[in-house]
């Protein structure tokens, strides 16, 4: 099965897993953690280009889990964490690796996360190399292996 393939069917799988656990994944952590991780994957090659910001904003509105909070709430989460990441890569990535972290105490909450790292990574059919990483530090940060995402 060619790569593409495989990651969107990976994706799907996910947001089913996803929607299956919406009801439990309403908390501030999460909110913050998912947002944090948008960002960071959207910053992942060291720059936000206005259209990967509104690609990624596009999909953060339109994602179903995330629909649990108001829009122009995580509209604006998500443009913050993009501007500390933006101002100083390295050391935005550490605040944000923490806001993603405060969700290690809630497993669910956790993979959800991690999860949506890697269908907002994939979303342009193209998971690359700088992406994975992220979420694979990512992963460490909430306590989670790489390898069960297969990262």
């Avoid at 910053?43 to 690609?55: K, L, M, N, T």
């Avoid at 964490?81 to 909450?109: C, H, M, N, R, W």
């Avoid at 890697?118 to 992220?134: L, M, R, Y």
Wanted: aromatic letters at 8%.
């Amino acid at each position: 099965m060619p790569f593409w393939d495989k990651l969107r069917e990976s994706t799907q799988t996910m947001q089913t897993q996803l929607l299956s656990k919406k009801n439990e994944l309403k908390s501030g952590a999460f909110r913050d953690a998912s947002m944090a991780m948008c960002a960071l994957v959207a910053a992942a090659d060291g720059s936000v280009d206005p259209s990967e910001r509104q690609r990624t904003a596009s999909l953060i509105a339109s994602n179903e889990v995330l629909q649990n909070f108001p829009a122009d709430d995580l509209q604006r989460r998500f443009n913050d964490y993009v501007s500390k990441l933006t101002a100083d890569f390295a050391f935005g990535k550490v605040g944000v690796l923490q806001d993603i972290g405060k969700t290690k105490k809630k497993p669910a909450e956790a993979r959800a996360v991690i999860q949506i790292g890697i269908i907002i990574g994939g979303a342009d059919g193209h998971f690359d190399e700088s992406e994975k990483a992220v979420v694979r530090e990512a992963c460490f940060a909430v306590g989670l292996d790489p390898a069960e995402f297969e990262l």
